[in-house]
């Protein structure tokens, strides 16, 4: 005798309805416009911290470059100096570079470092990003980073 299992009642299959949808995308829309903001903050803040690591690690660049040519780099040379043999024959008998890898970076924001061979803050050099609105001077996120000229 064949023994029957009984079969499982056929299963109907249910959507989600429109009602249902608006609501976790309005949820959706509640979060990121809370969680939002405070993640673009910290990215503005993450690009200030990697423009004072950069200044830093270019700045170590050009100290070594001094060390072996004998002089940093003119206002015509720059930074360029760093990764392109010098014109001069005696300076380039000397410079033993590229001092970094790849080219010149520029700031977080797109613009180029700004680079002087007159002493600030310290250092033998000028050497400096305007911050996030690009212009001198500044507060907070947009306050200039780096080895500053004096005023």
Do not use: C
């Amino acid at each position: 005798m064949k023994s029957k299992v009984p079969s499982a009642p056929p299963r109907t299959t249910r959507g989600f309805t429109l009602l249902e949808m608006i609501v976790v995308l309005v949820i959706i829309g509640l979060i990121m416009g809370l969680v939002g903001p405070r993640l673009f903050g910290q990215a503005d803040k993450a690009k200030a911290q990697a423009a004072s690591t950069q200044v830093k690690m270019l700045g170590g660049a050009l100290q070594t470059m001094r060390l072996d040519i004998g002089r940093l780099p003119n206002e015509e040379e720059g930074l360029s100096l760093l990764v392109r043999r010098p014109a001069d024959e005696r300076t380039a008998s000397r410079w033993t570079g590229p001092y970094i890898d790849g080219d010149v970076p520029d700031d977080p924001w797109g613009r180029p470092y700004r680079y002087s061979p007159t002493p600030a803050a310290g250092q033998p050099f000028t050497l400096y990003s305007h911050g996030a609105d690009g212009a001198p001077g500044g507060e907070g996120l947009d306050a200039d980073v780096g080895y500053l000229p004096a005023n």
